[in-house]
């Protein structure tokens, strides 16, 4: 026969069912009042309990909120309403994972209406989990923001780093050419002071000899002293013009003026000039070939043609015949002066032209190396262009081509770069 319960053993247990449904109480109410989403599920993925929040998340009606609903039937709501995982082949991945590392686990998961909800999963012994989930939008959204701010302030840092970078080399550069042009100046003016020194001292000289001897001078010695201080003279005048010349090429006042000019005569001219100055040489002319009349700056041409007749000379020490030849070519003309003497090495062909340059094979001979640049210069003024063709030991040939026709060579030279600028654009 069982024991008989009386009253006085009720009261401890109904105390204790009282105290039971108290904290029970308590624990819905804390559960409830807890700003996140909370759920536990079995190991059969079945509802054992969820929040109030984690209902109003999702937007569960009282039904899927009861013990033993399954996830699937939640998760199937959820997606009629809009707000399933985005990617529900993942959506487990950190069930797994906490299992796996037998502690909770968190993962961000995408929601088909935008939200992103951090879910936190602890698995229970025996199977199942506890979860809560808490909406991050906001929070992911101010998180790339924030990267986004600082990539672009990461990409603005490095492209300025790299604009001071660039504009440190381009200084240094700057720099480097600064001095390297300097020492070019300097060298030039020691040069030109050579140079000045030394027709003076010639002329001086012969002035001498001609005053020691004014008593007996002899026609033969006067044309022969003459003949010295006028190519001393001419030396004089062609730097002093040279320097005058790139000093306004540096100003950008070196302008041409442009005007029918007799080709052939001012050709003839220098040759003339240069001849009586060098009695030793013999300048041969073919110019049958150019034009009567063409257009261009009858003093500027006069000092490119005297530049190269005169250089002519000065390199060809030992080879006295020098070879003076114009023709036509299309709209323009071509000039070509050419001399038999010591050459240039094919290594400092491509930097003739370049101010303050002197060939190798120059050496000791007198020069400041600013006449090709300035004559480069010119042709380019007029149009026109200039190139050389020398072999060390056998001679130089300097050929220039200038535009019959200035107007019709502006032409041209617009069309041309029409052109290039279409080509580029497309």
Request: proline residues 4%; charged residues 25%; glycine residues 6%.
């Amino acid at each position: 026969m069982a024991p008989i319960m009386t009253n006085e053993h009720l009261s401890p247990l109904a105390r204790l069912e009282g105290e039971l449904a108290d904290q029970s109480a308590r624990l819905d109410a804390a559960i409830n009042n807890m700003p996140h989403g909370l759920c536990m599920f079995d190991a059969e993925k079945q509802l054992i309990i969820c929040n109030v929040a984690y209902a109003q998340m999702y937007g569960l009606p009282a039904a899927l909120t009861q013990p033993g609903t399954p996830l699937d039937s939640i998760l199937e709501h959820r997606y009629s309403l809009g707000n399933g995982p985005r990617d529900r082949s993942t959506y487990f991945y950190v069930v797994a994972e906490a299992n796996e590392i037998g502690s909770f686990a968190s993962r961000n998961i995408d929601l088909v209406d935008g939200r992103v909800i951090k879910i936190t999963h602890n698995p229970m012994k025996g199977g199942g989990y506890v979860a809560t989930h808490e909406d991050v939008t906001a929070a992911v959204a101010v998180s790339i923001e924030l990267r986004k701010q600082r990539d672009t302030l990461e990409a603005a840092v490095q492209a300025r780093t790299a604009e001071i970078e660039r504009q440190s080399q381009e200084l240094e550069r700057m720099l480097a050419q600064e001095r390297h042009i300097n020492e070019l100046q300097r060298q030039f003016v020691a040069m030109a002071s050579h140079e000045f020194r030394t027709p003076l001292t010639i002329i001086d000289a012969a002035a001498q000899r001609l005053l020691r001897r004014r008593s007996e001078v002899a026609h033969e010695f006067v044309a022969e002293k003459a003949e010295r201080i006028r190519m001393a003279v001419a030396r004089i005048v062609e730097l002093m013009e040279s320097i005058l010349a790139v000093g306004r090429l540096d100003q950008g006042a070196l302008e041409m003026s442009h005007r029918p000019l007799a080709i052939r005569e001012l050709i003839e001219t220098c040759c003339d000039r240069q001849q009586s100055i060098a009695t030793a040489y013999n300048i041969e002319l073919d110019l049958a070939g150019l034009p009567d009349v063409i257009e261009g700056d009858i003093g500027a041409l006069e000092q490119v043609l005297t530049n190269l007749l005169s250089n002519a000379v000065k390199y060809a020490p030992s080879s006295p015949d020098i070879q003076v030849r114009g023709w036509r070519e299309a709209d323009n003309i071509k000039v070509a002066v050419r001399d038999n003497g010591i050459g240039i090495d094919a290594e400092d062909l491509p930097r003739m032209f370049q101010r303050y340059f002197r060939a190798r094979t120059s050496s000791g001979i007198a020069g400041t190396g600013i006449g090709l640049n300035l004559v480069k210069h010119i042709i380019e003024l007029h149009r026109g262009s200039i190139e050389v063709v020398s072999v060390k030991g056998l001679g130089s040939t300097f050929t220039i081509t200038l535009p019959i026709e200035r107007s019709h060579q502006s032409n041209r030279h617009d069309e041309k770069a029409a052109t290039d600028a279409e080509k580029a654009g497309a």
